[in-house]
C-alpha cells in the first residue's frame, strides 16, 4: 500500500509541477493530428483527454484515500449535562456534567480493515488499467478502420477513372459494331456499382471519424489528417504464451485475484469484529455549595472521574454468520478466479484463429489473387483489341481486380483490429517492434 500510496503522491506532483508543459505538449499534439498522424499520436491524445480514462483515476484516487479514513480512530466523543434542577450530594447540588470519551479498537483490527482497503485500491487501480487499455484499443481499432475507409476510397477512385476510360473504349467499339449493348450495359452498371462505393465509402468516413474524435473527447468535425501506416507486424508469440501472457496481465483475471485477497483479509476482519472494543474516557462534574448551616469541609468541591469500558460480543450467532459470509465471499471469489481463466483462454483462442486468418487472407490477396487478376486483366485487354475476347470480359477482369483490392485492405484493417484486441487481452505488444523510417513517417493515405 505504500507504493500505492507513493505513486498517487508522485502523480499530484507531477501533474502541479507540469501544467504549463503539459498545455505547451496537447497544442503540439493537436497540430501533428492535422498532418501526418501516427497511432501513437492519437493514443497519446487520447491518454490526456479521454473523460473515461480521467473518472475512472480520480474513483482510484477515491480509493486511496479511504485507507487514511478506515486506519484512522474513530473520532472522540465528549458529552455535557446539565441540570435545571441541580442534584443534591453531599458536598453539594451537581449542577453540570462534562465526559470526554475515546474508542480504541481491538490491536488488529484498524491494520486488517487497512489491508481490505488495499485490496481494493488495487482492484481500483487495476481497472483504471483496464479502461487506458481499452480505450487505447478502441483507438486503434478506429485508426485501423479508417485506414481501410481512406485506402478504400483511393481504391475506388483509380478503379472509377479506369472505368470511365473502359466505357469510353467501348462506345468506340460499340460504334463500330465491336462491341454488344449488353456489354455497354455491364460497363454502365459496373461504373454505377462503383459511384455507389464512392458515396457510401464518405459516408463511412465521416462516421468514424465522428467515432475517433469522441474516443479522443475532440469535436465530431475536427480534422484527423494523412493517416500512417504501420505495415504487417507479424506476431513473436505461440498460442501457449499467449495464454500465459493474457493469464499474467488481463484486467478481469488480475481483479479477481485482487478480489480473491480482499475476501480472505474480509474474513481475517470478521474474526477481529467477533473481538470487543475498549473506551476510555474522563469526566468533570461541578459541584456548587451547599445551602446548610453546617458545610463539609470538602463541600463545593469538584468532581474528577476516570472511565474504562469495553464492548461484549455476546450474540455469538451474529458473530458465526459474519465468519460465515466471509468464508462464502472467499469460495465465490475463487470461483469467479476459475471462470474469468476459462473466459480469457477462449477469446485468446478466438483472436489467435482470427488472427491467422487475416494473416492467410492477406497474403491470399496480395501473393496470389492479386497477380492472378492483374495479369488476367492485361490478358482481357489484350485479347479485346486482337479480336479474341469480348468487351464484357475485360470489364468483368476488372471488376474482378477492384473486388481483390478492396479485400486485401479489408483483410489488413482486420488483422489490425484483431491484433488491438489481443494485445489488450495479453496486455504487452505481441509483435516485432521496428524503427520507422522517415520515409514512412512521411506517408501515409490521405
Not at 496481465?249 to 483479509?265: G, K, S, T, Y
Not at 491467422?356 to 490477396?365: D, F, G
Request: glycine share 6%.
Amino acid at each position: 500500500m505504500k507504493s500505492v500510496l507513493l505513486m498517487f503522491l508522485a502523480m499530484l506532483c507531477a501533474f502541479s509541477a507540469g501544467t504549463v508543459k503539459s498545455q505547451s505538449f496537447g497544442s503540439e499534439i493537436e497540430d501533428r493530428l492535422a498532418g501526418n498522424v501516427a497511432v501513437s499520436d492519437l493514443i497519446a491524445y487520447a491518454y490526456r483527454n479521454n473523460p473515461a480514462i480521467r473518472e475512472v483515476r480520480e474513483a482510484w484516487r477515491e480509493t486511496v484515500e479511504q485507507y487514511r479514513i478506515t486506519t484512522g480512530y474513530p473520532d472522540p466523543e465528549i458529552k455535557f449535562t446539565y441540570f435545571p434542577e441541580p442534584i443534591e450530594t453531599r458536598l453539594g447540588p451537581q449542577e453540570w456534567v462534562a465526559g470526554l470519551n475515546q474508542r480504541i479498537p481491538f490491536p488488529g483490527k484498524l491494520s486488517q480493515a487497512g489491508k481490505v482497503v488495499e485490496a481494493e485500491a488495487r482492484v481500483a487501480h487495476i481497472k483504471l488499467d483496464r479502461i487506458v487499455k481499452g480505450v487505447m484499443a478502441s483507438v486503434r481499432r478506429s485508426f485501423h478502420e479508417l485506414l481501410y475507409i481512406r485506402t478504400a476510397r483511393k481504391v475506388v477512385t483509380q478503379n472509377l477513372r479506369l472505368l470511365v476510360h473502359l466505357r469510353k473504349l467501348g462506345e468506340t467499339a460499340y460504334a463500330r459494331d465491336r462491341a454488344a449493348l449488353m456489354d455497354m450495359v455491364k460497363a454502365q452498371s459496373q461504373l454505377g456499382q462503383i459511384r455507389y462505393d464512392s458515396i457510401l465509402l464518405e459516408e463511412l468516413e465521416l462516421t468514424e471519424k465522428t467515432r475517433l474524435n469522441g474516443i479522443l473527447n475532440r469535436a465530431p468535425d475536427a480534422r484527423i489528417g494523412t493517416l500512417v501506416d504501420e505495415g504487417f507486424q507479424p506476431v513473436v508469440f505461440s498460442l501457449k504464451g499467449l495464454y500465459q501472457l493474457a493469464e499474467a496481465n488481463q484486467e478481469d483475471l488480475r481483479i479477481a485475484r485482487a478480489l480473491v485477497e480482499r475476501a480472505d483479509a474480509k474474513a481475517e476482519l470478521a474474526r477481529f469484529e467477533n473481538l470487543p472494543d475498549f473506551k476510555v474516557g474522563v469526566s468533570y462534574s461541578s459541584i456548587g455549595h451547599p445551602d446548610v448551616p453546617v458545610r463539609p469541609e470538602d463541600s463545593g468541591r469538584d468532581g474528577l472521574g476516570f472511565q474504562v469500558g469495553m464492548t461484549i460480543p455476546l450474540w455469538f450467532d451474529k458473530n458465526r454468520g459474519r465468519v460465515a459470509r466471509a468464508e462464502a465471499g472467499i469460495r465465490k471469489a475463487r470461483a469467479a478466479e476459475e471462470v474469468a481463466i476459462t473466459e480469457i483462454r477462449t477469446r485468446v483462442h478466438d483472436l489467435f484463429f482470427r488472427l491467422n486468418n487475416a494473416k492467410r487472407l492477406m497474403a491470399l490477396y496480395r501473393d496470389d489473387l492479386l497477380p492472378q487478376a492483374m495479369n488476367a486483366m492485361e490478358i482481357a485487354e489484350t485479347w479485346y483489341r486482337e479480336g479474341q475476347a469480348s468487351f464484357s470480359d475485360f470489364v468483368e477482369t476488372q471488376g474482378v481486380y477492384y473486388n481483390f483490392q478492396l479485400s486485401l485492405a479489408r483483410a489488413s484493417a482486420d488483422y489490425g483490429k484483431v491484433l488491438a484486441a489481443m494485445e489488450r487481452l495479453t496486455g504487452q505488444a505481441i509483435t516485432k517492434t521496428s524503427r520507422r523510417n522517415k520515409e514512412k513517417a512521411q506517408g501515409g493515405i490521405k
